[in-house]
């Protein structure tokens, strides 16, 4: 926010940049990522998930997508490149609100996107084998507002 004419607040322009931010620990194969996000402006990209590597580039994500055409992506990247294994088109558009986002994976490689406690997608992909290294979060062109931030691993 920053301030006007007259003193009235407006939002500033739209970020554009890429801002990464990540934890390096050791998460199963066996886990669920929760982001409670709230996308401030339409047309913003925010991708969460695990990965692989000290690149950070290999790995399971989640591309939260906002505007007037919101939509979810789960992504895998690994040797042979990235590949959309799910995707779906909102009926909601993602920005302005809150929304809670997760991303769940078991040890047989089910995967679940939900979109405040809804399953939106479930897909079975075993690609990538063995635990990550840890949990990442990039914000590819959006202003974003995270909450709360959650992830589980199973032992």
């Not at 078991?106 to 990538?128: M, P, W, Y």
């Amino acid at each position: 926010w920053s301030r006007g004419l007259g003193d009235v607040y407006k939002r500033q322009d739209q970020y554009r940049g890429y801002a990464e931010i990540y934890n390096a620990t050791v998460i199963s194969n066996s886990f669920s990522a929760r982001v409670n996000v709230n996308g401030l402006l339409a047309n913003g990209r925010l991708i969460f998930g695990v990965y692989q590597g000290a690149s950070r580039i290999n790995g399971y994500k989640v591309a939260y997508n906002t505007g007037r055409n919101s939509f979810i992506e789960l992504l895998r990247t690994s040797s042979e490149g990235q590949s959309v294994i799910g995707s779906m088109e909102l009926s909601q558009e993602l920005t302005g609100d809150v929304h809670n986002v997760e991303l769940r994976r078991n040890s047989d490689g089910g995967i679940e996107v939900v979109l405040d406690d809804a399953v939106l997608f479930t897909e079975t992909d075993t690609k990538l084998t063995g635990n990550f290294d840890g949990f990442v979060m990039g914000n590819h062109g959006g202003n974003f507002r995270i909450m709360e931030l959650e992830v589980y691993s199973e032992r």
